[in-house]
């Protein structure tokens, strides 16, 4: 569990980006390990399931697309949150994790374009 925490202490280092179109494609390592390990992780930070998911993650060098479900966790009284993506042979990775939650309800930020015009 401590190998997980440093790997994702170490994935904080600047991704690759590439620079060929105006889309931008991340090449980044992300922490993964057993599911359980994962989530022992996220309830001693007592992050909760905020919303869940089907989602599609594309591997970096073979660029092969796996099917995951996306879990986003979040402690509302820290702020902390993570974006999980589990795996259907066990394994699950820290996508991102995250400070400052608060729950949104204003305007989109596409609106806030078409106001400016």
């Not at 190998?3 to 600047?14: A, Q």
């Not at 179109?21 to 359980?36: E, F, N």
């Not at 400070?99 to 078409?114: A, R």
Request: aromatic share 8%; with cysteine; hydrophobic share 40%.
């Amino acid at each position: 569990m401590k190998n997980l925490i440093v790997s994702i202490l170490l994935c904080f280092s600047t991704p690759l980006i590439s620079q060929e179109s105006s889309a931008k494609i991340l090449t980044m390592g992300v922490p993964c390990d057993k599911t359980q390990n994962v989530f022992n992780i996220l309830e001693e930070a007592k992050e909760g399931l905020l919303f869940s998911g089907g989602g599609l993650i594309a591997e970096a060098t073979t660029r092969q697309v796996y099917p995951t479900a996306t879990m986003v966790f979040v402690n509302q009284e820290t702020g902390n949150w993570s974006v999980i993506a589990s795996f259907g042979d066990g394994t699950s990775c820290l996508i991102m994790p995250g400070k400052n939650f608060t729950p949104y309800s204003g305007k989109q930020p596409w609106d806030e374009e078409k106001d400016g015009l």
